[in-house]
């Protein structure tokens, strides 16, 4: 029991915001907290890596109380700016994320550039393209996903298929439903190595599915039986590049790469793995729009995804596939010959808006001996020419010192934080894994 | 047998048109059939009552060549306009629908009042209102979802929580989710009686969900187990008007009102059930929008659905609820005091264009015997004033005469339709259900 609570001491972690998943929580098991939250008239949300917002006072205001709260375990180095009066009151949620970080950015772009006008007699009919496996896929929107992906230099399309989706969990959904075999002998295992993104085990099971079922840590994963196993990279919420770790041959990769981006990481090789998945939410911050698209090799698994995507939804909005395409080519001129006026490109505005968080919330961490950060090797990016670590858009937070339970510690001073067992982190603790997890921490 | 043989010679029925559940059809098993059906550089389909398009001409051609094709069994009364040279090459598909045939409505309809113009840093957040049940409802929705039905009287809004999804297939399986109990002792039965919508068995059953499962025909459901009642009003395939049908006291029931707007039936009363479906596909033409919404008087009720939304696709996409939303107040605004040049209201255009397809498909079946279409008795519309029958985005054909197969007769004369076995109406026949069968057509 001593060794016990010496790993738990040691390894129990805390992502800080850009938790999208469990959204729900905050409007069902936590209306108290948002009234509190939303009385100052404007939602104080941290995202990017857990610090700041639209407006940049209440960034520093923001920052200013987590140090208070703490009691300078978290320091900042800002000042505050027009501090509300009744501190005390206010509850932090840190336990998700809404990227409205890039926002400044859109607004300085011309309008004639980035504007959509939609009439009300277009973009009618359920169809786009029924040539295409995935017929109800935008033509203008395969275009401009192409030639983003060749300007980054962070993915291969050519002879891919490309799939649309209302954003990418419908996509990793779409995924499992081809995956999976109609007439298997049980539940397909689906894995991920921990931590893994939060809700991906309420994704796979909320229907209690008989086509797949959640497996758990991919790194415990022995039974001689098919598998998907989902490789997030860089992972959310570690911020790591990942490989599949499974040594098995049943095994059927699908690929998260969201943050496969140059904001957030140094862009490599041009991925060409099965199924790759992105989104519009962490690209280019447009998580309203709920655009996320996959790329992949099969046309029969295109084919399929395709199905699944019309059962579920006969479909995706195509007043966004046709605003998400405008958004994608603006960011692919900006960075091209197009910018003619050398305008800063999107690239640059938000890899310079990481950098200068993370440099932050590591001052911040740094101060106190209680908390440590993941730190990240550099490597040099091959489409920015930048050499740089990772800056992921969430802080996976490790408790170093006395504290226990750094998500009770945390929530104790108004900070809501989600603790790493949603993330598959406790479980490695009780198995004893808390090397191997550090390691990978 | 012999017996068996005359009820199928006499029950088996063709839905032409509209049919939006099955469009997986096209794409995966009709390639062939697409590539001859888009040699016109346009699509062929039929929608509405199954016969018109975009163009009139065009409209005209595919009438005469369902003529040409049955051997004058299906006689339309309209002349040819430029009729291609190779009538017999091409396939005409009624298995599916697209509502564009409101398009010319929306194009005389001034661009100021319903166009929509989004800037990029507009509706970037994940949330529209976090106060609201559903926190991803634009507000501006809900008020033109509730100005509508006020409008128009067809259902009761006052009170109630309302439930955005990306189209109504989504908000059914929403419903699904949230009346079905997490820990039952087994899925819960789902009926609907039939003939039903043939996608609902799909969408029940595409996940083997443990959650739920497809009972089939609510007339032959006598467990004594808990169960859902999907009640479709008026009815897909058929048109007519329903109730629930279930003589049982476990019953949870869903009312599917897609098509409860007065161009398509006469508006009786508000409309007052506990979950209530409606589809912007349907009451203004906007397919590829896929905005649905729940109108919901249990609140639990409500937040379960939402919860499916949120992990099923993380929202609704925001750029087609302000689309929606602009869309419903303009049609609003033509049937109330904003219309001041007395302009046609969109009811008055749709309701017309409906009455002049049925009378074209009634005068074409009346000179033979061997089809018969549903009649429906007239009933005076709370909101027009008229007296009409129903008037169905679709038409329930039955062959009387000496054709054992009405899919197969007609797909033989290159015109696909849908056959009433995927409706659940060939298991009726099965069980010697002909004659109530008849009688409910």
């Given at each position: 029991?001593?060794?016990?609570?010496?790993?738990?001491k040691?390894?129990?972690v805390?992502?800080?915001?850009?938790?999208?998943?469990?959204?729900?929580?905050?409007?069902?098991?936590?209306?108290?907290?948002?009234?509190?939250?939303?009385?100052?008239?404007?939602?104080?949300?941290?995202?990017?890596?857990?610090?700041n917002d639209?407006?940049?006072?209440r960034?520093?205001?923001?920052e200013?109380?987590?140090?208070?709260?703490?009691?300078e375990?978290?320091?900042?180095?800002?000042?505050?700016?027009?501090?509300p009066?009744?501190?005390?009151?206010v509850?932090?949620?840190?336990?998700h994320?809404?990227?409205?970080?890039?926002?400044?950015?859109?607004?300085?772009?011309?309008?004639?550039e980035?504007?959509?006008?939609t009439?009300s007699?277009?973009?009618?009919?359920?169809?786009?393209?029924?040539?295409?496996?995935c017929?109800?896929?935008?033509?203008?929107?395969?275009?401009?996903?192409?030639?983003?992906?060749?300007?980054?230099?962070?993915?291969?399309?050519?002879?891919?298929?490309?799939?649309?989706?209302?954003?990418?969990?419908?996509?990793?959904?779409?995924?499992?439903?081809?995956?999976?075999?109609?007439?298997?002998?049980?539940?397909?295992?689906?894995?991920?190595?921990?931590?893994?993104?939060?809700?991906?085990?309420?994704?796979?099971?909320?229907?209690?599915?008989?086509?797949?079922?959640?497996?758990?840590?991919?790194?415990?994963f022995?039974?001689?039986?098919?598998?998907?196993?989902?490789v997030?990279?860089?992972?959310?919420?570690?911020?790591?590049?990942?490989?599949?770790?499974?040594?098995?041959?049943?095994?059927?990769?699908?690929?998260?790469?969201?943050?496969?981006?140059?904001?957030?990481?140094?862009?490599?090789?041009?991925?060409?793995?099965?199924?790759?998945?992105?989104t519009?939410?962490?690209?280019?911050?447009?998580a309203?729009?709920?655009?996320?698209?996959?790329?992949?090799?099969?046309?029969e698994?295109?084919?399929?995804?395709?199905?699944?995507?019309?059962?579920?939804?006969i479909?995706?909005?195509?007043?966004?596939?046709?605003?998400?395409?405008?958004?994608l080519?603006?960011?692919?001129?900006?960075?091209?010959?197009?910018?003619?006026?050398?305008?800063?490109?999107?690239?640059?505005?938000?890899?310079?808006?990481?950098?200068?968080?993370?440099?932050?919330?590591?001052?911040a961490?740094?101060?106190?001996?209680?908390?440590?950060?993941?730190s990240f090797p550099?490597?040099?990016?091959?489409?920015?020419?930048?050499?740089?670590?990772?800056?992921?858009?969430?802080?996976w937070?490790?408790?170093?010192?006395?504290v226990?339970?750094?998500?009770?510690?945390?929530?104790?001073?108004?900070?809501?934080t989600?603790?790493?067992?949603?993330?598959?982190?406790?479980?490695?603790?009780?198995?004893?894994q808390?090397v191997?997890?550090?390691?990978?921490?």
């Amino acid at each position: 029991m001593a060794d016990l609570g010496f790993f738990l001491k040691n390894v129990l972690v805390v992502s800080l915001a850009m938790n999208l998943g469990l959204i729900w929580k905050i409007s069902h098991d936590g209306e108290k907290t948002l009234t509190s939250k939303w009385k100052w008239g404007d939602m104080l949300h941290f995202h990017g890596c857990c610090f700041n917002d639209q407006k940049n006072n209440r960034v520093e205001e923001e920052e200013l109380l987590v140090s208070k709260r703490t009691e300078e375990i978290l320091e900042t180095t800002s000042s505050p700016a027009a501090a509300p009066e009744d501190w005390e009151s206010v509850v932090i949620n840190l336990d998700h994320g809404d990227p409205t970080m890039y926002e400044n950015f859109w607004k300085q772009k011309g309008d004639q550039e980035t504007t959509v006008v939609t009439s009300s007699w277009q973009h009618i009919s359920y169809f786009s393209d029924v040539k295409n496996v995935c017929w109800f896929l935008e033509p203008g929107l395969v275009s401009a996903i192409a030639r983003l992906h060749k300007v980054v230099g962070n993915a291969v399309t050519e002879g891919r298929h490309i799939v649309v989706g209302t954003g990418s969990s419908q996509l990793y959904q779409a995924a499992l439903y081809a995956l999976s075999p109609p007439n298997g002998s049980g539940p397909m295992n689906v894995v991920s190595a921990a931590p893994f993104y939060s809700s991906y085990p309420l994704m796979t099971d909320y229907l209690k599915s008989g086509l797949h079922k959640w497996a758990g840590d991919a790194y415990e994963f022995n039974k001689q039986e098919p598998y998907i196993e989902l490789v997030t990279s860089p992972n959310n919420p570690d911020g790591f590049t990942r490989q599949d770790v499974v040594k098995g041959d049943k095994g059927i990769l699908i690929h998260d790469l969201a943050y496969y981006w140059p904001q957030y990481t140094p862009i490599l090789v041009p991925a060409d793995y099965d199924i790759m998945l992105f989104t519009a939410s962490k690209s280019t911050g447009h998580a309203g729009s709920r655009i996320g698209w996959a790329i992949v090799k099969d046309r029969e698994i295109a084919k399929k995804m395709t199905t699944f995507i019309e059962i579920n939804t006969i479909g995706v909005s195509k007043d966004s596939q046709i605003r998400a395409a405008k958004i994608l080519q603006a960011v692919s001129d900006s960075c091209g010959q197009e910018n003619q006026k050398g305008a800063e490109t999107f690239f640059d505005y938000s890899y310079k808006l990481m950098a200068e968080r993370w440099k932050k919330i590591r001052e911040a961490v740094n101060k106190t001996e209680l908390f440590s950060l993941p730190s990240f090797p550099p490597e040099t990016c091959s489409f920015s020419g930048r050499t740089f670590g990772q800056l992921p858009a969430f802080a996976w937070l490790k408790c170093e010192g006395e504290v226990d339970d750094c998500e009770s510690f945390l929530r104790r001073h108004k900070i809501l934080t989600r603790g790493g067992k949603h993330f598959g982190a406790e479980h490695e603790i009780c198995e004893d894994q808390h090397v191997e997890s550090r390691e990978r921490v």
